[in-house]
């Protein structure tokens, strides 16, 4: 099993670029999030999917798009990227069923620099 | 306030210490807790899960969890170069809710 795989590894765009970051998970697991990590930030929510068909802002939506393509993938879109949203970019999955853990787990993470 | 709170660090230790690891939180209806280890330029991967109070054990590692006070720790025994990471906790409350997570404190092991 590969787990939760992320694509690209890196990426450096200019100011008023578009991209999209693509995850995938391998496990069957119901829900998929994204998460962006900053320096004393911690990992703060941007959108999460409960379930294949539904997404749901997080903590820090402004500025990003998703897509739950199916029940694998889920992409995550900045449509004209800012400065701000320079950061490492996490994916993660979890069974999120009533009664369990919830645990996540997450991919390698994308580092995205936006000049 | 921060709805999770953890000194960022870093830490340093000698190896062989305990290391001890500690967050603190406001959201009294927070059931599930975890510890997550992330070495530089990984994802975090699942150390530890405790469900509501106590302490649970798994080799060196101990978590510990009281609600009354709203503290969490991790306990790290005979250290080791290799658990030089950041730790990150998270919580949640609830089925349907989304974890928390704290900023992380960077541990380093010197050998």
């Known amino acids: 099993n590969a787990g939760v795989t992320q694509t690209p590894k890196f990426q450096v765009l200019k100011t008023g670029q578009s991209m999209t970051l693509q995850c995938a998970q391998d496990?069957?697991?119901?829900?998929m999030y994204w998460y962006r990590q900053d320096p004393g930030m911690g990992l703060r929510l941007i959108y999460y999917?409960?379930?294949?068909?539904?997404?749901d802002k997080g903590e820090v939506p402004n500025g990003y798009n998703v897509s739950r393509l199916n029940k694998r993938e889920f992409s995550l879109r900045l449509e004209s990227a800012a400065p701000s949203q320079t950061s490492v970019y996490f994916c993660?999955?979890?069974?999120?069923?009533?009664?369990?853990?919830?645990?996540?787990?997450f991919g390698p993470g994308t580092r995205l620099t936006v000049l | 306030q921060k709805e999770v709170e953890q000194d960022p660090g870093p830490l340093s230790v000698p190896e062989g210490a305990i290391v001890s690891l500690n967050c603190t939180y406001s959201?009294?209806?927070?059931?599930?807790f975890m510890w997550y280890r992330q070495y530089s330029r990984k994802g975090p991967e699942l150390l530890m899960y405790?469900?509501?109070?106590g302490n649970k054990e798994d080799g060196r590692f101990t978590a510990q969890v009281d609600k009354s006070s709203k503290y969490i720790s991790l306990f790290i025994r005979d250290s080791q170069p290799s658990d030089s990471a950041t730790y990150l906790c998270?919580?949640?409350?609830?089925?349907?809710?989304?974890?928390?997570f704290g900023p992380g404190t960077r541990l380093s092991v010197l050998p």
């Open positions: 993660a999955s979890s069974v999120r069923t009533s009664g369990s853990s919830d645990t996540q787990y």
């Open positions: 496990m069957n697991h119901n829900s």
């Open positions: 999917s409960a379930s294949e068909g539904t997404t």
């Open positions: 959201n009294s209806a927070f059931q599930y």
């Open positions: 405790t469900y509501s109070s």
């Open positions: 998270a919580m949640k409350g609830g089925y349907g809710q989304n974890f928390v």
